[in-house]
C-alpha cells in the first residue's frame, strides 16, 4: 500500500520551504485523524513512507542523483520502516570514495533542509571500508546496519554493504549476542532493574519496546531472517510466544503514538502531564485517574509479560543455540528439579500439575544461593500453568506450608522474593497481591508502584541480615539480629501497602488481609495481632518523627503509649525505614535517618524507665509455653516434669525468653542433679545473633561482677545480656556474646574454656576483679561520653540506673567491678549495644537490700563517670 493510498497530498512539484513545512502539517493533521479509523502499526509504516518520498524528492532536488558513488540509506529503527509521529530519522550517506567540495555542499544544503523542516535527522556521511570499521568497533552502529534499507541512488553500493554486513566476521552472531546482552544489562540499571517507575520510558525502561527489539536482533543477526515472524519456522518462538510479543508490541506502539501526537516531539517518557491525554486516546475513558489507572495497569503487566519473554528468549537463544550451558555442571535436587549451572531446571513437563511445585521451585532457589534464575525451558512451563490457574495458590495447603518456609528462610527475601514478584507468582498467590500489580500512587513522593515499592521494601528489611551491608544501618542490623521471628517483618512488609487503591483507609483494609493471611496459615495468635498491628499503624513512626518534636518527652511518652512495648518498637522501626527507603531513592537522607533513629532511642529509654505496657503478654506467655512443652515432648519429656520447674519462674521469663530457648533451659535444668553447683550452658551454635550463654546458679553478692570479668578474661563481647531471678532466689543469667571479629563463637574448646571461666568464677566469691577497659582504633574516632541517670521506679526498695556509654571491650567488666567495689547488689539487667554506643539498665540496691540514698547515688555516679572518662580520654 503505498502513502497516496491513505494520504492522498502528494509532495509538492515545485520546492518551497513553506509548501514543504505545509505537506508536512498536513500528513500530521491526516495522521491524527486516520488514528481514529487505522492501527498504528499502518499509520507508522504511513509515515515512514512519507518519509521516503520527501527524502526522495529533495535528494533529486539537490541534484544528488548525477552523484553515481552516493546511496542515500535508511538505518535503526527507520531503517525496518516504522516512523512514529516524532521519531528521529537515522540516515546513512554512503559514499564510494572520498567526496569533492561541490558533494560535500549539496548534502549540507540536503541536510540542512531537514532540520529547517523540524525533522529529527542524524545522520552519517561514511564510505564502505569507514561504515564497517566503525560497525565492528560499535554495537549501536552495526544493529542500525542490520535494518538498513535502500532509498535511492547507487543501489549496487547498497547492497555492497549489505553483503558485507551480513558476513560472519562483521559480528559473528555469539559476538553480537553478548554484547547486546551486556548493552540490555547496562540500560536496564540506569531504570534500577525496573519498569515500575510512575512515569516511565516506553522505549528505554525494562520490559519497553527496546527489550523486543534485543530478542529480535539476537535471533535475526543469528537466523539472517528479516522479520520475528519467520523465527517460529526457527523453533527460537512458539507462535502462542510470538502472537504475544506481538500484542506487546502493539500496546506499546498505541501509547508511543499518542504520547508523540500529546507532547509534539519525540517523547517516550510518558510524564504525568502526559497520562491523562494518552489514557482518553487510548479509550480508558476521561475520567481523571481512574482512567490512567486503567491505562497504566495495562502497561505495567505489558511489560512484565515482554521482560518475562526477553529473558527467558534470550537464555533460551544462549543455551540451546549458542550451546553455552552444555559445559555446566547438573546438580539433582529432588525427584523433579536439578540445578544447572546458575539456573534451576524441572526435568518433568509435567511438574507443576502439582501445584505445590511451583512454591517449591522457589523454596529451592532459596536453598541454593548459587542459584540465580529459571532455565529457559522451565520457565516456559511455569508461564503456561501460571495462565491455567482456577484459583489462588494460596488455597493449597502444601503451598501455603512452602510460603511459609521461604518466607522464613533466611535467603527468601533476597532472589526467591525477586523471582517470585517478576514471574507473577506472589499474584497467582496472594489475591490481594494481584490488585495492586501496576497500581499508581498519584504524588511525587513515591516512584514506583505499589507492587514494586513494596518489593523493594521486602529488599531493604533482608538487607539488615547481609554481613556486607551491616554498617549501613548499624542500629537495625543489631535489631534484626535478636528478633525472634524476622517473618512477622517480612510478612508486615507484604501486607503494609497491599489495600491501596481499594478506596477507604488502605492501612485498616490490609490489616483486615493480614489478619485473614495469619488465620488461613496457622499463625499464632500473638503473632497474628503483631503483624496487623504493624500493618495498622506502618505510617505511625514516621509520622511523628517528621510531623512532631521529637525532643518533648510529652510527644515521647505518647508515641510510647501507642506502641506499648519494646519488641513493637524494634519492628516498627525497622519496617519504618525500609518503607521510607523503598518510596523514592532521592528522598532519603541522614535527616530522616537521625530523626527516626532519636525516636526510637528516646522511645526505648522510655520503656526501661518503667512506660512499658506489653501488649498481649498473657497470649505471648501461653504461645511460648506451648511451643516449649512441644519441643520438650520431642525430646521425651513430659508436661507433668516441666510444670513444678516452672512454678518457680517468673511470668517476666516467659516473656522474655522465645520456646526454643526456653525448651533449652528446661530439659538442661532438669537433668541437672546438683544445685549446689551453678549450671552453665554455652549454645554450640549462633542463636539471635551470637552465642547464648545462660547461667542457672544461687544469687550472691558480686556475683554479676564475677562473671562479666571472667568473659572479659576470654576476650569475648557481651553483645546483649538480661538479668533476672527465679522465685527462689536463684539467679537466671543470660549473655549473648561474640568473638572480637563479629563471629559467634563456635570452636569446642573455646566454648569449654568459656563455661570453665564461668563456673570457676561462681565459684570464688573472693575472687579479686581485675578489669581494663580497652579502646580499639575504630572507636576512638566516636565520641560517647559517659552518663549516668537514676530513675525512679515502682519498687521502693529499689533504684533504677541507666547508663550510657563508648561501647569498648571490657566495659562492662569494669561497671561490674565498680559495683562490687561499691557494694551494689543487682537484682536485674538490661544490656545493650547499639553500634559504638552501650546501653545499660541495671535495677539496683544496696548491700542491706535497700534503694539507694542521694548521696550513696552521687557517689556511684562520680565512681562510674571517672572511671569510664579516664579510659575513653586516656
Known amino acids: 500500500m503505498t502513502t497516496a493510498m491513505v494520504f492522498e497530498k502528494t509532495v509538492p512539484g515545485q520546492f518551497t520551504l513553506d509548501g514543504y513545512k505545509k505537506h508536512f502539517s498536513d500528513f500530521l493533521d491526516w495522521l491524527k485523524v486516520a488514528s481514529a479509523s487505522q492501527s498504528v502499526a499502518t499509520l507508522v509504516r504511513a509515515r515512514a513512507r512519507f518519509i521516503d518520498e520527501v527524502l526522495q524528492q529533495l535528494w533529486r532536488h539537490y541534484q544528488l542523483q548525477q552523484h553515481k558513488g552516493l546511496t542515500l540509506i535508511a538505518v535503526g529503527g527507520y531503517g525496518r520502516g516504522e516512523l512514529h509521529p516524532y521519531s528521529d530519522i537515522d540516515l546513512l550517506i554512503l559514499t564510494e570514495s572520498r567526496l569533492s567540495r561541490e558533494q560535500q555542499e549539496q548534502i549540507g544544503q540536503f541536510v540542512t533542509i531537514l532540520w529547517d523542516l523540524r525533522l529529527e535527522v542524524g545522520h552519517s556521511v561514511r564510505t564502505i571500508k569507514e561504515t564497517l570499521t566503525l560497525g565492528r568497533e560499535d554495537i549501536t552502529i552495526a544493529t542500525n546496519l542490520m535494518e538498513m534499507r535502500f532509498l535511492c541512488g547507487n543501489q549496487p553500493l547498497f547492497e555492497q554493504l549489505s553483503h558485507e554486513v551480513s558476513k560472519d566476521n562483521f559480528w559473528p552472531s555469539k559476538d553480537f549476542f553478548q554484547a547486546k546482552r551486556h548493552e540490555q544489562q547496562g540500560r536496564h540499571a540506569q531504570y534500577h532493574g525496573t519498569a515500575y517507575n510512575l512515569e516511565p520510558n516506553l522505549k528505554a525502561n525494562p520490559g519497553g519496546l527496546r527489550d523486543i527489539q534485543t530478542v529480535g536482533w539476537v535471533a535475526k543477526k543469528h537466523f539472517r531472517t528479516r522479520t520475528m515472524r519467520e523465527l517460529v519456522a526457527h523453533h527460537y518462538l512458539t507462535e502462542d510466544e510470538y502472537q504475544e510479543l506481538m500484542e506487546c508490541e502493539a500496546y506499546l506502539w498505541q501509547m508511543r503514538f499518542a504520547l508523540h501526537l500529546e507532547a509534539g516531539r519525540n517523547e517516550n517518557r510518558i510524564l504525568f502531564d502526559y497520562q491523562p491525554a494518552v489514557a482518553r486516546w487510548l479509550g480508558f475513558g476521561d475520567d481523571g485517574k481512574a482512567s490512567v489507572e486503567r491505562m497504566m495497569k495495562r502497561f505495567f503487566r505489558t511489560v512484565q509479560r515482554v521482560s518475562e519473554l526477553n529473558e527467558m528468549l534470550l537464555q533460551h537463544f544462549e543455551g540451546n543455540i549458542l550451546k553455552s550451558h552444555s559445559k555446566f555442571k547438573v546438580q539433582k535436587l529432588d525427584d523433579v528439579f536439578e540445578q544447572h549451572g546458575h539456573l534451576i531446571f524441572a526435568s518433568d513437563k509435567a511438574v507443576f500439575a502439582r501445584r505445590e511445585n511451583i512454591l517449591k521451585l522457589f523454596w529451592h532457589i532459596a536453598e541454593q544461593p548459587q542459584i540465580q534464575g529459571i532455565h529457559s525451558e522451565t520457565l516456559r512451563l511455569l508461564r503456561q500453568v501460571r495462565r491455567r490457574l482456577m484459583g489462588d495458590l494460596q488455597d493449597y495447603q502444601g503451598c501455603r506450608d512452602l510460603f511459609m518456609a521461604i518466607i522464613r528462610h533466611p535467603q527468601g527475601m533476597d532472589r526467591a522474593i525477586t523471582l517470585m514478584h517478576r514471574h507473577g507468582i506472589l499474584a497467582a498467590y496472594l489475591p490481594a497481591w494481584r490488585n495492586i500489580v501496576g497500581q499508581m500512587q498519584f504524588d511525587l513522593f513515591h516512584a514506583y508502584t505499589v507492587d514494586e515499592h513494596t518489593h523493594r521494601l521486602l529488599k531493604n528489611l533482608h538487607r539488615y541480615t547481609e554481613p556486607e551491608f551491616a554498617n549501613e544501618f548499624p542500629l537495625c542490623t ?286 570464688q566469691p573472693e575472687l579479686v576483679l581485675n578489669a581494663k577497659v580497652r579502646v580499639n582504633k575504630q572507636l576512638k574516632a566516636f565520641h560517647v561520653p559517659p552518663k549516668v541517670v537514676f530513675l525512679p521506679g515502682k519498687n521502693k526498695q529499689r533504684t533504677m540506673l541507666e547508663l550510657a556509654a563508648l561501647d569498648m571491650p571490657g566495659l562492662l567488666a569494669t561497671i561490674g567491678q565498680v559495683f562490687a567495689q561499691c557494694e551494689i547488689n543487682i537484682h536485674a539487667a538490661k544490656i545493650t549495644t547499639i553500634g559504638e554506643r552501650a546501653e545499660d539498665f541495671f535495677m539496683i540496691s544496696t548491700r542491706e537490700d535497700q534503694a539507694l540514698s542521694a548521696d550513696e547515688q552521687a557517689i556511684l555516679r562520680r565512681v562510674l563517670v571517672e572511671q569510664l572518662t579516664d579510659v575513653t580520654e586516656g
Open 478 to 763: 543489631d535489631i534484626v539480629k535478636r528478633l525472634e521471628k524476622p517473618e512477622l517483618l517480612y510478612l508486615a512488609g507484604i501486607f503494609h501497602d497491599i489495600a491501596k487503591g481499594r478506596g477507604g483507609d488502605h492501612s485498616e483494609l490490609g490489616a483486615i488481609d493480614a489478619r485473614e493471611f495469619g488465620k488461613m496459615h496457622k499463625l499464632s495468635e500473638f503473632d497474628t495481632k503483631l503483624i496487623v498491628w504493624l500493618v495498622e499503624q506502618h505510617l505511625l513512626m514516621s509520622v511523628t518523627a517528621q510531623r512532631r518534636d521529637i525532643h518533648d518527652p510529652a510527644v515521647i511518652a505518647e508515641f510510647a503509649d501507642k506502641v506499648r512495648d519494646e519488641t513493637r518498637l524494634n519492628y516498627l522501626y525497622c519496617l519504618t525505614l525500609a518503607d521510607i527507603r523503598a518510596t523514592n531513592d532521592n528522598l532519603w537522607n541522614d535527616w530522616k535517618g537521625s530523626l527516626l533513629r532519636e525516636l526510637y532511642l528516646g522511645t526505648q529509654k522510655a520503656f526501661r524507665r518503667g512506660l512499658e505496657k506489653p501488649m498481649d503478654l498473657r497470649d505471648q506467655i501461653r504461645e511460648h509455653q506451648t511451643e516449649a512443652l512441644r519441643l520438650l515432648a520431642e525430646t521425651g519429656i513430659t508436661e507433668d516434669r516441666v510444670l513444678p520447674l516452672w512454678a518457680k519462674f517468673k511470668a517476666d521469663y516467659f516473656a522474655r525468653y522465645n520456646p526454643k530457648l526456653i525448651a533449652w533451659h528446661s530439659e538442661n535444668l532438669l537433668a541437672h542433679t546438683d544445685f549446689s553447683r551453678p549450671m552453665v550452658l554455652v549454645s554450640p551454635t549462633a542463636m539471635r545473633g551470637g552465642t547464648q550463654i545462660f547461667v542457672y546458679t544461687a544469687d550472691q553478692p558480686k556475683l554479676f561482677a564475677r562473671m562479666v570479668a571472667a568473659l572479659d578474661s576470654k576476650k569475648v563481647s557481651i553483645f546483649d545480656a538480661q538479668i533476672m531471678t527465679n522465685k527462689d532466689g536463684y539467679a537466671m543469667d543470660t549473655f549473648v556474646v561474640l568473638e572480637q571479629n563479629g563471629n559467634a563463637v563456635t570452636s569446642t574448646s573455646r566454648i569449654q574454656s568459656i563455661k570453665k571461666a564461668l563456673e570457676q568464677a561462681i565459684g
